[in-house]
């Protein structure tokens, strides 16, 4: 990770940042969608510390930043999230056409900003909120090699450690979004979607051989219908092994505070994997496979156990009452709060700045004029 000491002790100028976030779902979503809540908790904390940020999202967004349009409603909600990619080169145009009026401007849209970013003088870094594990995407980064990236987790980086990596910001979250709950429950909870590499059908085996109940808070996307009907369904025996089905924010605190522990079994090289995060926050420790970002978001034996097989999994079940419910808390105030969000970024920001002056002139002044439709 990238380091600038002449940064370091010096107080922060206030910038002009634009905030490029994805238009599939609004910001902050109705209801699924971790990287569009991210993208406002980022948003809010920025205002709050007084920079001067415009956020391009849905116009069904709600901020108190400056609000630009690039689709009027979360695409989902009309049903044209295939044609998402489509939909947000307007956005983009608008951003780059007028990257002169910003300090920064931040991507969060996968690769799709990296080619207009070479051709503007405003440093433009990208967060990639997604995992890097398919090679087909390779070749586009592999060819905006010298764009400055920023990574949710250093775990996410594996798939192309030859990218221009700035640094690793951990999402945070608001310090009084969750509420602290220093008495473990009598269930296990599973918060996230019902998918093979979730493993939910690992988490009912865990809580059959640990002789306590579960409680999977999940969403059943269509895609995975077909998993579900076929390996979860037939595995529900409720109460012991409820499903309660997809949960808001208001019913998060008492969700994963009233319960045990966090299962997080997945399967999957996980980018970042807010739901850690959320049960950090409530107290409630985590056990995981050590998938992706577990090992860096975790903390063995001390805010979860970290284990591979079944047998393991379940013996950590019985060793939740070694863990210190308040030092979960303790380590999501530091590690993963709002605050620790915002003072990675706006290190990133400054450290962007300042290699953007080192670079050659930019090859034109920004996207030309009318090339592309840009939002009303």
Same mark, same amino acid.
Request: net charge neutral; hydrophobic share 40%.
């Given at each position: 990770? !990238?380091?600038?000491?002449? *940064?370091?002790?010096?107080?922060?100028?206030?910038?002009?940042?634009?905030?490029?976030?994805?238009?599939?779902?609004?910001?902050?979503?109705? *209801?699924?969608?971790?990287?569009? !809540?991210?993208?406002?908790?980022?948003?809010?904390?920025?205002?709050?510390?007084?920079?001067?940020?415009? %956020?391009?999202?849905?116009?069904?967004?709600? $901020?108190?930043? =400056?609000?630009?349009?690039?689709?009027?409603?979360? %695409?989902?909600?009309?049903?044209?999230?295939?044609?998402?990619?489509?939909?947000?080169?307007?956005?983009?145009?608008?951003?780059?056409?007028?990257?002169?009026?910003?300090?920064?401007?931040?991507?969060?849209?996968?690769?799709?900003?990296?080619?207009?970013? /070479?051709? @503007?003088? $405003?440093?433009?870094?990208?967060?990639?909120?997604?995992?890097?594990?398919?090679?087909?995407?390779?070749?586009?980064?592999?060819?905006?090699?010298?764009?400055?990236?920023?990574?949710?987790?250093?775990?996410?980086?594996?798939?192309?450690?030859? %990218?221009?990596?700035?640094?690793?910001?951990?999402?945070?979250?608001?310090?009084? +979004?969750?509420?602290?709950?220093?008495?473990?429950?009598?269930?296990?909870? &599973?918060?996230?979607?019902?998918?093979?590499?979730? !493993?939910?059908?690992?988490?009912?085996?865990?809580?059959?051989?640990?002789?306590?109940?579960?409680? *999977?808070?999940?969403?059943?996307?269509?895609?995975?219908?077909?998993? #579900?009907?076929?390996?979860?369904?037939?595995?529900?025996?409720?109460?012991?092994?409820?499903?309660?089905?997809?949960?808001?924010?208001?019913?998060?605190?008492?969700? *994963?505070?009233?319960?045990?522990?966090? +299962? &997080?079994?997945?399967?999957?090289?996980?980018? #970042?994997?807010?739901?850690?995060?959320?049960?950090?926050?409530? /107290?409630?420790? @985590?056990?995981?496979?050590?998938?992706?970002?577990?090992?860096?978001?975790?903390?063995?034996? $001390? $805010?979860?156990?970290?284990?591979?097989?079944?047998?393991?999994?379940?013996?950590?079940?019985?060793?939740?009452? !070694? %863990?210190?419910?308040?030092?979960?808390?303790?380590? &999501?105030?530091?590690?993963?709060?709002?605050?620790?969000?915002?003072?990675?970024?706006?290190?990133?920001?400054?450290?962007?700045?300042?290699?953007?002056?080192? =670079?050659?002139?930019?090859?034109?002044?920004? @996207?030309?004029?009318?090339? +592309?439709?840009?939002?009303?």
């Amino acid at each position: 990770m !990238r380091e600038e000491a002449s *940064l370091v002790g010096k107080p922060l100028k206030k910038l002009r940042i634009a905030q490029v976030a994805p238009l599939y779902e609004s910001v902050p979503p109705k *209801l699924y969608g971790g990287t569009e !809540r991210v993208i406002s908790y980022l948003t809010e904390e920025l205002v709050r510390r007084g920079h001067e940020v415009t %956020l391009c999202a849905s116009g069904d967004s709600l $901020t108190s930043a =400056r609000l630009v349009p690039g689709f009027e409603q979360a %695409l989902r909600l009309r049903r044209l999230e295939h044609l998402g990619h489509l939909y947000q080169l307007p956005m983009l145009s608008w951003v780059f056409e007028r990257a002169e009026q910003f300090d920064v401007i931040h991507s969060h849209v996968d690769f799709w900003a990296l080619p207009y970013a /070479g051709l @503007v003088k $405003t440093p433009t870094l990208s967060t990639l909120h997604a995992s890097l594990d398919q090679p087909e995407a390779h070749i586009i980064y592999r060819r905006y090699r010298d764009a400055p990236l920023v990574s949710v987790s250093n775990a996410q980086r594996r798939p192309l450690p030859d %990218l221009n990596w700035l640094g690793t910001a951990y999402h945070g979250l608001p310090r009084q +979004l969750l509420k602290y709950s220093p008495h473990a429950g009598k269930y296990l909870a &599973f918060l996230g979607r019902i998918a093979p590499e979730k !493993r939910p059908d690992l988490a009912i085996e865990i809580a059959r051989l640990s002789g306590l109940p579960l409680k *999977l808070a999940a969403k059943v996307d269509n895609s995975t219908l077909d998993y #579900f009907e076929a390996v979860i369904k037939p595995r529900l025996s409720p109460p012991d092994i409820e499903l309660i089905g997809e949960i808001g924010e208001s019913e998060k605190s008492a969700f *994963l505070g009233g319960a045990c522990a966090l +299962l &997080f079994p997945i399967n999957w090289p996980e980018p #970042f994997g807010l739901v850690i995060a959320e049960a950090l926050a409530c /107290g409630t420790p @985590v056990i995981a496979r050590p998938c992706g970002s577990v090992p860096e978001l975790i903390r063995h034996g $001390t $805010t979860g156990w970290i284990a591979s097989t079944l047998k393991e999994l379940t013996d950590a079940v019985a060793a939740l009452d !070694r %863990l210190d419910r308040a030092q979960c808390r303790r380590e &999501f105030e530091q590690r993963f709060s709002v605050e620790a969000m915002a003072d990675s970024y706006e290190r990133l920001y400054h450290i962007a700045m300042v290699g953007q002056m080192a =670079r050659p002139p930019a090859l034109g002044s920004g @996207v030309a004029p009318g090339a +592309l439709a840009t939002p009303k």
